[in-house]
């Protein structure tokens, strides 16, 4: 299982995450989806595509950029992780637990 949390709240939790390049992806439907806001951050990535990102709103304070999804994969191989959210290390604290 792993979970993500941020100022108190519970992010994501999932078990059934796709792990690609160290970074965990959480299928959507393991978001709070309550406590994310799009942002109008893009980057590219030559493999996946272009990623769309997510803001998180705790206790009225906006977090920006926390995670990332891709929308529309690019390749066969990101195909397993379209859609599927991945959450910056250095924004959010990410557990694993058996």
């Given at each position: 299982?792993?979970?993500?949390?941020?100022?108190?709240?519970?992010?994501?939790?999932?078990?059934?995450?796709?792990?690609?390049?160290?970074?965990?992806?959480?299928?959507?439907?393991?978001?709070?989806s309550s406590l994310f806001t799009k942002s109008d951050t893009k980057t590219h990535c030559g493999w996946k595509g272009e990623a769309s990102y997510y803001n998180a709103n705790i206790d009225g304070k906006t977090y920006a950029d926390v995670a990332w999804y891709y929308p529309q994969t690019i390749t066969d191989r990101a195909k397993p992780v379209e859609n599927y959210v991945a959450f910056y290390k250095n924004k959010v604290n990410i557990s694993e637990a058996d």
């Amino acid at each position: 299982m792993v979970k993500v949390t941020l100022g108190g709240a519970t992010l994501a939790t999932s078990d059934q995450t796709i792990q690609v390049e160290g970074n965990h992806y959480f299928p959507p439907s393991a978001l709070d989806s309550s406590l994310f806001t799009k942002s109008d951050t893009k980057t590219h990535c030559g493999w996946k595509g272009e990623a769309s990102y997510y803001n998180a709103n705790i206790d009225g304070k906006t977090y920006a950029d926390v995670a990332w999804y891709y929308p529309q994969t690019i390749t066969d191989r990101a195909k397993p992780v379209e859609n599927y959210v991945a959450f910056y290390k250095n924004k959010v604290n990410i557990s694993e637990a058996d």
